[in-house]
């Protein structure tokens, strides 16, 4: 068994800890503009401006089966979808706005055919839910408020009741909590209370869980689904740490008790979640599969973002991405699911360009070949330990030797604890060749 302790939970968080990879998907009104998801914060769109994307928003090709099958063949085994985005937008039929999706051409509720979708293909179901909100008339404008710099911000924000606005929420978490089954993972974005506003604007403070009365929000939540995950973006301590747009060099501790936390790695292929039609970043086949590994290997999960197109489907670069985990996955997820980081005491002996995972009851281990060694592996400390080795993408058995380097060139010297694997020279036809390891 692993020997990692990690910091008790209040959900119940094995199925996500073995599934480790799991789809986002950011679509709203913002996937017309197409240039990032925070477009009304940055070009301060009027209302007025904005409500042209509500009057054309019509995704006729919205197939959600279609992102299922691609994240199921992908190796994803969970998936997080925007319910309502910071702009405010429903992608649902709540009875306490008109602001959803139903009052558009879609015409029909569009969380509900994603839910449906994705539990037809058995992955299971999440929910983004963003408790900023720059639509609703009772959420002070605050730094990050589309309308911050109106000369008259200040009246437009005076008596606006922040209390009002976390009722709302809690009748909207109730709305996806009750009308969609079980749902596994609700996930809240995002808490500043700590954003300094510039000075004159002291008004302008940033929010946090007193105001989205947060310990409320999640009770009601646990109440509805008990065991559901939660993230930690309601400024209250959950089940998930979220790193975003950055990989952890090193399993995240609690900052206060030094404890391995359960954590989540959210990436996106291109630097932008919601949909980005002039966006050029996007990731290299080696990256994104470099991504998955480095998270496992440190005891992570992966969260992997597609932006849908306006038109509701997914654009070529986005399924290329996914294809590319969906061809190394499919030969080398055993490397993946139920694995771990590797016990401390193999740790040290991982060789240079290399990553290792280890399965959780630790029977197996894992080696990611990130550059690939001319004819050995060498990798001190782990003579002795070992009974079966093969490539894991063609189950081929690696010759080894061990406690000796065996060369004529060399010499027979004695090397203890020295395992030298035999590779052939040419790079095995997969991105990050894995060797499994078979441990005594
Ligand atoms: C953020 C951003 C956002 C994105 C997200 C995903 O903090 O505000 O646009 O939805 O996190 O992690």
Known sequence: MSSYQIRPTPGDIRW??????????????????????????????????????LKYFNPDLYDPQDWARRAKAAGMKYAVFTTKHHEGFCMFDSQYTDYKCTNTPAGRDLVREYVDAFRAQGLRVGFYYSVIDWHHPQFPIDMLHPRRDDPDAFQQSKGRDVRVYAQYMRDQVTELLTHYGKIDILWFDFSYPERVPEPGKEWMKGKGKEDWESEKLIQLARKLQPGIIIDNRADVEQDLWTPEQYQPIQWLRHPNTGELVNWEACQTFSGSWGYYRDEMTWKSPEMLIRMLVNTVALGGNLLMNVGPTARGYLDKRACDALGVYENWMKYNSRSIYGCTMAEPELLPTCPPDCRYTQSEDGKRLYIHLFAYPFAHLQIQGLAGKVEYAQFLHDGSEILFTEGKVDHFSVGASQASGLFVLELPPVKPDTLVPVIELFLK
Do not use: C, Q, V
């Open 16 to 53: 996500f800890r073995h599934d480790r990879f799991g789809m986002f998907i950011h679509m709203g009104l913002y996937s017309l503009p197409a240039r990032h998801e925070w477009i009304k914060n940055r070009e301060k769109t009027p209302e007025a401006k904005y409500d042209l994307y």
